[in-house]
Each structure stands twice: as C-alpha cells, then as structure tokens.
C-alpha cells in the first residue's frame, strides 16, 4: 500500500514578497518536505452519496464574494490542532480521513465531466508533492489560455476550485485550489480589461483565510494579492468594493471578514475620495453592522476600518463630529447628545449623497425612538431642514427622503408643542419640493443607463467583460475624470480591435457624449469659433480641502470671464495658481503670458517712486524708464503723481499702477481680482474701456460689482459643485439660466446674517438730530505735500445721520474721516465731539486694524484690544500721543485759584456735569489725594491738557460702552457669530490665516464691541463677497446709531445713504438729499432716512436688544405722601363711594388708585 500524504509535513513560502511564484510554489523544498512522507488522518465511515445529495449539501459555501489586504509574513500563522495519527501500514478497516475526503472529490469532480482538464485534474488529486501540484496547474492554465478566458466560466473553474478548497480535503489539495486562482491571475494580468472574470475568486480566496492549515493561509492571501494587484483603479472603489460589502453581509467566519475589512483599508488608501464617496450609502451599513458584531476581535477591527472609512469624506461641518457621528450610528443611547451637538452646528458646506449617508440614519433614529423629548424631535427636525436646504443636486438626497419623510410626518401629526409641528412642516415643505421630478438629469449616471454610451459589440459580446467596462465607465462619469476614461478604453479595447486610430476615436467620441450629457454648456463652449487658448483638466485644493475637483478649464482669446462662486469657494485660489505655475496643464509662461493683478504692495516699497517700483518686477526688467513713463502717462498717472511714492497714492490709484504693470507686460491672459476695489466712478468706467476695447487680452475676473461683471464680460465660470461650469453671456444671462445667481444683484442677509448691537444712552443727547461730532473751518496737508489735501471744511453729524462721502480716487475722502475721528491732527481749525460719543472705525485697508496680530486668533484679539477697558487701537491714535513739546507744557505747575498756589498736574481721575460743558478732578504731583481739585475743562485746554481731557473722555465714553460686557471667550465668540463669522474660525484660526472677507467681519466685530453711537466705514465693501455684502447692507438698514461711509459701490451707498458729501479739489460739497433705494434689498426695506441737518428716525429697537442701556429699567420710588394729601385721598374716595351706592344696579366698583385728581 503506498504511503498517504500528510500535509503538515509541507513547507512554507512567503506571500506578498514580490518573489516569482514560480519559486514560491516549486523547487527541492517543496519536493523534499513533502516527499518524506508521514501520518495520516484517522477518520471514520462516510456513508457514499450521490452527485446531486453532495452538491445540495455543500452548496452553502459555495456563493461569496470579495477579497482583502496585504498581509506580512506569519500574520495569519496559528498552530493547527492536534490530529491523533497512525502508521502506514497500520492494519485498521476504517478509511483514514484523507481517503474518504479524495473519494468524495473524485466523485464530484468525475461529475463535472469536463473534458479538456479532466485528466491534469485526475492527476492533481492524486499529486503527493506541491511540485507535482503546481505542475498539473500549469497544464490547467495553458489550456484555459488556449481556449481563451472566457473557458473560465464554460469549464467551471470557480466550481472546481469551490471542490478544492473544502475544509474536508487533504491541505495540499487545499492549497492547490489557491495556487490555482494565483496562476489564472498571473497568466492572464496585463491583458486588460480580463481581470473582470477574476472577481468570482475573491470570495473563494477570502474563504481560506479561515483555515486551520498556515500554508493554506499563505496561499489564499498570495491570491488576494494577485487578484488586488489586477485591478485599476476605478474597478478597486466601483466593483472590488462593492464584492467585499456583499462578503461582510455574508455568514463567512470572522478571520475571514477581518481580512475583508483590511482590504477595505486598502482600498481606501489606494483610490481617489471621490470615488469612495460614491459607495458611502452601501458602505456605511455594512461597516456600522461588522462594527457592533458579536465577535470582539471582529467588532474592533471593523470600528477602526469604519473610522478610516468615513474621514474620506470632505465636508468642513461634519470634520470635527466625525468621532461622535460613528460611536452614535454604533449606539442608539448616544443619539440625542450627537443631535445636540449636530444642532448647534452652521451647516455651509454643500451637502452631499455621503454625508446624508452618515446623518440620515442618525436622525431616523432620533424621530422615531418613543423617547426623544420635545426639545429633541425641534433640534432633529431644525437639522432636516437646514441639510436639505443645502443640497445643491436632488439625486444627493432623493434617496433618503423616502427614510426621512415618514418621521417628520409624524411629528406633524403628534408633537405636542406647536413649535415643534411648525418646525416640522417647514422641513416637511422642503422635503417634499425636493422630491418632485423636474425631469432634468440628476448628474449621476445609473448602470443600466451607462450601456447607451457604449456598445456590447466592441468587446464581441462578451457579457462579463462588458458588464465590467459599463461599471468602470459609470463610475469615472459619475465623478468626472475624462482623462482617466479615455486613458481606460484605450487600454481595453485594443484586445478586441486592432485599429489603434478607431480605439482612439471611440474613446474620445464615447467622453464627449458623456461630457455633454453632465456639462452641456462646457461641451456648448467648444463649439464657439474662437481661438482656444488654454484647455486643462485640473484639481485644485487649499490645505486639507478639495476646491475644485476633476473639472476643466476652457479660455478662447479675447474672451473675458466672470470667476462666480460663495466666499471660500476657491476663486482667488484659482488665479493664485495659475500666476505661480501651480496648474496642471495650464500653459507655460513662455507659450502664455499670465499677469495677476491684485492689492499686494509690501511695505518696504512704500517710499519707492512709481518708475522704480515698477522697474524693480524681474519680469520688467528689460523695460526702459521711458516706456515705463509712458505707460503710466496712459493710465492717467501726470508728471506730478508719477513723482509720488507708492504709498502715498490712495486705493484706487495703486490699483491703476497694477494695470500699468500689466500692460507693460503685454499679457495675453489678465487675471483680475476684484480689480473694482478703491477705485471711483470715472475710474471703474476707464478700467471697463480698457477690457472691451482689448479684444486680443483674455481676462479672468473675481469680483462683487454685479454692475462692472454685467458690462464687461462675454462669459460667466461659475463653481458648482466642485466643478467649473460655463454659462454665455454676461452676468444677466447668466441669472436667467440659473436663477439662483440672482443673489449678485440684491443686497440680502439670507445667506450671512449680521447683527450689530444697539447704541447705548449718549449722555445729555435726548434728540436724534443734535449734532454729536463737528468740523469747523478745518485744512489740513500731509508732511511734504505741496497742497493743502482739505481746505476749510465745514460739517456735522448726528446720531441719525446716514452719509455718504464720494469723490474721485485721491481727492481726500479717507482724509476727512481721519480728521472727524482723531486719527489725524488738523492744521488749521476746529474739530469737536460729544466728550461720551463712541465712535466705530473700520479703516480702507481691513489689515490696518489686524496686521501686527496676526499670530492671534480673533477672539484673543478682541481679548487684548479691550482688555483695560480702554480701546486700545483708540489710544494709538496720532490725536492721543503725546509730543515732546506738550510734555514739556504739561511738566509745567499751574494755578487754579483755589489757594494752594502753582503745582503740577499728575492726572485726572473723575469728572462731572458743570453747566453747559465739564469739571474734571485732578490729582496733584506730591500732594495727597484729599487735596484733589475740581478744575473746569476751558481751564486746562487753555494751560495744554487737551490731551489729557480727551484720553479721560474716551476711558469715560469707553466704561460706559463697556459697563455691561463680559470679556470672556464664550461672550465674544458669540459677538463674532452676530458679524457674521463662524464661532470656531474665531476661536482656533490665527488672523494670518483668515481671508480678505472674514478680516473685515473681525475689524468690524472689534469697533462694534464697545457699543459705538456713530460707526465710519470706509470702503467696507472691498473684500466682502456678495453675500456678506448683504448681509452687511441690512445690518447696517436696521442699526440705530449713525453712518457715515466712503465706498464706490453705487448699489450699497444708494441703498442705505440719502446724504452725499462730494469731495474733490480739497473742499467739500454737501449734496441735497435723495431716498434711498428700497427696491435693491430683497425684502424690498429701506434703510434710515437722515433729516436735513443729518438726522434720521432711530429704528427702535428689539426685544431682543436686552444688553442694551437703553433698556434699563430703573425703578421709580413713589413720593412719599404728606398728612393732608393722605385726608384728601380719603376724602376723595369716600365721595366716590357714596357716588357708587346711589348708581344704578350693574354698575361696576370704581378702583381705588392713589393718584386720582379730583
């Protein structure tokens, strides 16, 4: 009798090492180990059964699916059990269990009749070495690649292999069943797209990494790596993915599950976000389901690969919950504190189909569990609402309105607080119109839909194979990647049609139907007559997030573009990386000019003259001074301002010294950003004539001037949905196409809502068209300047004042609210205010405010600039320092006639009402406290305190503003939020690191905290998107206090201002008044209206004004009564109850009150 096999005496190999499996699997080792012979199974009796009572009984095992990870050598090693042996020349009558196992096989494989192998496979049960096994396989797989892959499934192989690998087989046998599935893979990898008949192994090679046996083990993770290794990209996210979900969902054992979820790592680390975002509503399921499963060592495997799974997605709101989100979606218990937590968050980020595939089943929950409280169900359904607003595609949600739909009905229907029920049928609302068909195309493909776009033909109707590259081609349509496509098809295809010019043309013809199908008006573009001078497929990010993705990037000369998109969305990123190189595909500077025009003058350029400063860009260095002087004479920069430095010139003219720089580099591409910003009327009117008359320059232009984008552009790019789509027409075509866009043409806060906290109480000042803040007869020349910026200017502002100031660019606009707020010191004349008036200043330059904190987050400025009490930028004023010679006059003793002669002032410490102006207390140098003196304020200006006098009255006004405020972190973040600016960038973001637009809204949060009566902006427009620009407009409509602003938007002064002062030449026009134009905010409102002489109604305030002084109610004592007043109300009450006696019956007791007058 010849010896058995043993398969424990068989040697080890190392899988995933990149050795040739050819080594792996043959050479001595394997012969010699497996030669020696050695135990055999002991066993018992198997009754024989037929072919068909066999199948029925081990057809269980037989349909699985997926595949797993690289595995390190030994990872999957365990100690096999101990198995009671005998001799081989024992004489026992009982088959061993080897004997019964391969009876059974060959009865099942003698059944499969299948000719062409049958006798490699005969012999592969009867090999007694790996050698022998490797060498029937071999055979197996040459006569497989003789008759074509497709003999695959006609021969049954994942049958065969199925019979192999069952636990009651011999472990060679086993092992063999795995060899085989690697040399398929290996025989046939390369030959694209046949890897699509290998995923019907994954199942099989998972499978065996529940085996007891460690070279079986091995030998199934080799497999899984073959097969893994197969697959290109999109097929590992689309199709691989998708087998190992249906593998987790199966009854297959934990070991092999954990392998599973590996590979799912895998996957993860391997393929592109978007890709993997398409599987979340699968994937989150089944990952949730394995993370909670029975078996620990399973459970905790899945919950790290459900984490790793879910940080893929990019949604800025849900980042910092992620952690919370999926210990919830683990554990009903921890649902209402995530939708606690989840209701405090402002959701602006777009919503997508993945992260509703995170939150829906959450908020399911929280609407039907029998124990969410009121307060609960109005949280859940608030964040209904406020994610389905923000659902920009219905194919995102449509999905889950059918899960959601039924518990906000519920609430309708049984809630018990009325808010609740309202709240809800909001959400109901919204839902609903989200769930009407409007018959459009959703922007995502669907399988069966994908097989318009490509013929079953091309690949001899091969069904597996087409079915394979229908998936692939639905899953790189769906997130866009044409490159990676077209790259695809053109691997595919040739193994069924020679012509390399026809797979060409059927690539590129297969993605532009699929072009047109997702972005007609891109592929509409291409059919413009224009010279196409940049076309590039890019994606663009900014620190950890994805702006733009996939998309493409289309410009024909002469072409001026309109970059439209939300605050944050990317746009001046994009220009930034154009101008610097960054963008994959765009054209090198030496095929392409680019200039990028924006504000970016540096500090040490500042006392450079113009002709230098732009002769020092190392791109003009080439450029004569002539021609430099010439271009700037054409711009409109005259001998004398081209003698200027750079820092003296206004806004508007270093804008225009920008321009010049770009013409001098005869740019074929102008990259504008907001390129409208500080420049006046008659400015922004040369800079249009400049665009289109240039009809060989192509421009890219960012900005917020809905009226300047109307007139100049001839198309609009418009950021939706992480793609760039292209719309003709200017931006009032553009409305008409998508309606939503009509947000860049009204003023509205339903965006970005601000509020700014109401005026508190200005002592003595009980009418709103008392002037407050005075300038008389006031010149006033910058250090060195020729002439006077101001002469003689007169003017008044009120509390109710509404003004505008207006006037060329230079003309001294800046100047004068400089002068009216202290910042700068007058030559000649007078300027007064009220000594309690607070005064909030928002400066041109938002950095002015910010720049030497930018280490700082927002709320640790707040903290430093009102720390003492005091506002510290006030005190950084020119009008506040001190000069050497004030300090002398100020060193000097005076007399104030109250008998203790001349001494020397030390400092005021109080102050008080005296007539018509102040008394202030005085501290004297050396003397004691108790000798302090009242001295009036004529007194002490007249001996050259003034300065002194106005720093107490702004401490004074300051503590008053100030009085009711907590300075702590939670108070001021909630300061922020009213402004606009979300509470965790003020909280952790250092100012270096904010936008244009979010300084603003910090600048404007620090000069409203301490409750300013009077707040000057001057050109608070510039860097505010449109939103925010709406946002500000109504805030500003329904403040109470006074405005007086410089800005060049016609749209935003002539909505709030109805007062103009016109600057120009150094004086100052006040204009007559005009109503404000109601119809440019979407609520149709108007703003305050100032009086002649700069008053206006006060809009009254809310309830919610509590903080405000203003609504401090003091109790009044009542008088106490005298002894006859008391006889008299007596009396009175006597009389009138003697009155009521004698009246007819019915009539009602009169009250007594104690202040009748009778």
């Known amino acids: 009798m010849p010896p058995k096999f043993n398969p424990y005496s068989a040697g080890s190999f190392v899988p995933g090492s990149g050795a040739d499996p050819q080594q792996q699997y043959g050479g001595n080792q394997y012969s010699n180990d497996r030669s020696r012979g050695g135990s055999s199974y002991q066993g018992f009796q198997r009754k024989p059964m037929g072919y068909d009572q066999y199948i029925q009984q081990q057809s269980a095992g037989l349909n699985r699916a997926p595949r797993q990870n690289f595995q390190q050598q030994g990872q999957y090693d365990s100690t096999p059990s101990s198995i009671s042996s005998t001799p081989l020349n024992s004489n026992l009558n009982s088959p061993s269990q080897s004997t019964t196992s391969l009876t059974s096989l060959n009865q099942t494989l003698d059944k499969l009749e299948i000719s062409p192998i049958t006798n490699n ?141 590996k590979l799912v790592d895998k996957i993860v680390e391997d393929s592109p976000g978007d890709l993997i975002e398409l599987k979340f509503k699968e994937a989150v399921p089944v990952l949730t389901d394995v993370s909670v499963d029975f078996k620990p060592e399973l459970a905790k495997v899945g919950l790290k690969t459900m984490s790793t799974f879910v940080k893929v997605l990019d949604n800025l709101d849900l980042q910092p919950r992620y952690d919370m989100i999926i210990s919830t979606l683990a554990d009903p218990n921890k649902v209402p504190d995530c939708i606690k937590s989840l209701s405090s968050v402002t959701f602006v980020a777009e919503v997508t189909e993945p992260a509703l595939s995170l939150l829906v089943p959450i908020l399911v929950r929280s609407l039907n569990l029998s124990s969410s409280s009121q307060e609960q169900l109005r949280q859940t359904v608030i964040v209904v609402e406020n994610l389905t607003r923000l659902v920009n595609n219905k194919f995102e949600i449509e999905s889950f309105i059918p899960q959601l739909m039924p518990g906000v009905q519920k609430v309708v229907d049984t809630a018990a607080l009325p808010e609740v029920r309202e709240l809800a049928e909001k959400a109901l609302k919204v839902l609903k119109d989200d769930s009407i068909d409007d018959g459009k195309f959703s922007g995502r493909l669907p399988h069966e839909e994908g097989k318009n776009y490509l013929s079953a033909d091309l690949v001899n109707n091969d069904e597996t194979v087409y079915e394979y590259l229908i998936s692939i081609l639905v899953a790189d349509a769906n997130v866009n990647d044409w490159n990676r496509l077209k790259e695809y098809l053109n691997l595919a295809l040739p193994q069924y049609i020679e012509d390399e010019s026809e797979i060409s043309k059927i690539a590129e013809e297969t993605v ?105 860009d190392p791109e003009l260095a080439q450029v004569s001074k002539e021609e430099i002087a010439k271009a700037l004479e054409e711009v409109g920069f005259d001998q004398e301002r081209r003698e200027q430095h750079v820092g003296s010139l206004s806004g508007g003219w270093k804008m225009k010294l920008e321009l010049a720089r770009a013409m001098l580099m005869k740019a074929d591409v102008l990259l504008l950003d907001e390129p409208t910003n500080h420049l006046d009327v008659g400015n922004v009117k040369w800079l249009q004539d400049y665009l289109v008359s240039h009809d060989e320059i192509t421009s890219l232009i960012v900005s917020h001037d809905s009226g300047f984008l109307d007139t100049v552009c001839t198309d609009i790019i418009h950021y939706e949905n992480k793609k760039l789509a292209y719309y003709k027409g200017n931006l009032s075509e553009f409305v008409k196409v998508k309606p939503e866009g009509k947000s860049y043409y009204t003023l509205t806060d339903s965006n970005v809502k601000m509020a700014f906290p109401p005026p508190g109480i200005l002592t003595g000042v009980k009418s709103n068209t008392r002037s407050v803040a005075r300038m008389s007869n006031v010149t006033f020349a910058y250090p060195g300047a020729a002439k006077p910026s101001l002469s003689n200017v007169s003017c008044s502002l009120s509390l109710s004042s509404r003004v505008a100031i207006l006037g ?19 030559n000649e004349g007078k300027v007064e205010k009220h000594p309690n008036l607070r005064i909030g200043y928002i400066a041109q330059h938002a950095l002015q405010h910010v720049e030497m904190h930018k280490e700082k987050t927002a709320n640790q400025y707040l903290q430093w600039r009102y720390r003492f009490g005091d506002d510290r930028e006030v005190l950084l004023k020119e009008s506040r320092k001190i000069s050497e010679e004030e300090k002398e006059q100020m060193a000097k003793e005076i007399d104030v006639g109250d008998g203790r002669g001349p001494r020397q002032l030390e400092a005021i410490v109080g102050r008080q009402k005296l007539k018509k102006s102040f008394q202030y207390e005085v501290k004297w140098k050396f003397w004691l406290p108790k000798y302090n003196s009242w001295v009036s304020k004529e007194l002490l200006i007249e001996n050259g305190f003034d300065k002194l006098v106005q720093k107490f009255d702004d401490h004074e006004a300051s503590r008053e503003g100030l009085g009711y405020r907590q300075l702590i972190p939670s108070v001021i973040r909630k300061h922020f939020e009213d402004v606009g600016l979300d509470g965790d960038i003020a909280d952790h973001t250092p100012m270096g690191s904010l936008s244009g637009g979010q300084l603003v809204k910090v600048v404007i949060a620090g000069a409203m905290w301490n409750n300013p009566h009077l707040l000057v902006l001057d050109e608070p427009t510039n860097y505010l998107d449109r939103d925010s620009l709406g946002g500000l407009a109504v805030a500003i409509r329904d403040w109470s206090g006074g405005v007086v602003m410089i800005s060049h938007n016609n749209e935003f002064v002539g909505a709030l201002c109805p007062e103009q002062w016109i600057v120009e030449n150094g004086t100052m026009v006040r204009k007559g008044f005009a109503a404000v134009d109601g119809t440019s905010f979407e609520d149709g409102g108007s703003g305050a209206v100032s009086k002649d002489g700069s008053p206006a109604p006060s809009v009254p305030q809310t309830s919610n004004d509590d903080d405000s002084p203003a609504n401090i109610k003091v109790r009044t004592r009542k008088k106490k009564m005298t002894r006859n007043e008391k006889k008299l109300r007596e009396e009175r009450r006597r009389l009138r109850h003697i009155e009521w006696l004698s009246s007819p019956k019915g009539t009602p007791k009169p009250v007594d009150t104690d202040d009748d007058d009778e």
């Open 512 to 616: 532009t139907k699929l072009r047109a199908l997702f972005t007609p008006d891109a592929v509409a573009s291409n059919e413009d007559d224009g010279i196409e001078i940049v076309n590039s497929d890019f994606s663009l990010a900014y620190g950890g997030r994805m702006l733009l993705n996939k998309t493409n990037l289309r410009l024909l000369k002469g072409h001026r573009y309109g970059l439209c998109g939300r605050n944050g969305a990317g746009k001046s990123t994009l220009m930034r990386a154009i101008a610097n190189g960054q963008l994959e595909g765009f054209p090198d500077k030496s095929e392409l000019r680019t200039c990028f025009v924006e504000h970016k003058l540096q500090g040490s350029e500042a006392d450079m003259d113009l002709v230098s400063f732009i002769g020092s």
């Open 121 to 261: 496979l005969q012999a592969l049960k009867e090999a007694k070495t790996i050698s022998d096994v490797k060498t029937e396989i071999n055979s197996i797989v040459d006569s497989i690649n003789e008759n074509g892959i497709s003999s695959l499934e006609e021969w049954k192989i994942e049958e065969i292999i199925s019979k192999l690998i069952k636990p009651k087989n011999p472990a060679l046998v086993r092992e063999g069943g795995f060899v085989m599935i690697s040399s398929i893979v290996r025989k046939f990898s390369g030959q694209t797209p046949k890897e699509a008949y290998f995923l019907t192994f994954l199942s099989i090679a998972l499978d065996g990494l529940a085996d007891k046996e460690n070279n079986v083990k091995r030998a199934s993770q080799a497999a899984i790596d073959s097969i893994y290794g197969s697959y290109p990209i999109e097929a590992l996210a689309s199709i691989v993915l998708v087998e190992i979900l249906k593998y987790l969902k199966s009854s297959a054992k934990w070991q092999s599950k954990v392998g599973a979820l």
């Open 808 to 826: 060329p660019n230079g003309a001294g606009k800046s100047t004068l609210i400089k002068l009216l707020t202290a910042e700068l010191i007058p």
